[in-house]
């Protein structure tokens, strides 16, 4: 059983190996230049190690992709969580964070993006998704804001 741990703990590390080192690749490189060997070669791994954790590179695109969601998602509500930041604290940390991240990504991660389509479902549907979040969050900072103010006139 304690070996079966070992191998499926191994296995969730290398995963993560994986996806970090193929997303930053991408990144730098475009996905269509990244191949799987070099990713397989950066990570002294052979070529089926990869492909027995991922069957292609959308798959292993869209994985990672969604890891960073994830990231970026927790980051904003640690972020949030902070009572001394209001809502566009929040808004302008996380606009700042997004920018300052795709300033550093090569414009041929995102142009070669549309080339996946299981990716740009994701995309699309998440960002839906996150819009219809975002207004939500505006719209209830913005009741606090009228109600703090209607408060402040009433109390005076």
Request: with cysteine.
């Amino acid at each position: 059983m304690e070996q079966q741990d070992l191998y499926t703990e191994y296995r969730k590390h290398l995963k993560e190996r994986i996806l970090t080192v193929a997303m930053q690749a991408f990144k730098q490189h475009g996905i269509r230049n990244v191949r799987m060997d070099d990713i397989a070669t950066t990570l002294a791994i052979s070529k089926r190690t990869i492909y027995e954790t991922y069957s292609n590179k959308e798959e292993l695109l869209l994985d990672g992709i969604m890891r960073e969601d994830k990231e970026r998602k927790r980051d904003a509500q640690r972020y949030a969580e902070d009572e001394t930041h209001n809502v566009m604290d929040i808004v302008c940390y996380i606009y700042n964070r997004d920018m300052a991240e795709m300033a550093s990504v090569n414009p041929l991660f995102f142009s070669e993006l549309s080339k996946y389509t299981r990716v740009m479902n994701y995309l699309t549907n998440k960002s839906e998704k996150d819009h219809k979040e975002a207004y939500s969050f505006v719209q209830r900072g913005l009741r606090k804001v009228i109600l703090c103010r209607f408060l402040t006139i009433m109390l005076c």
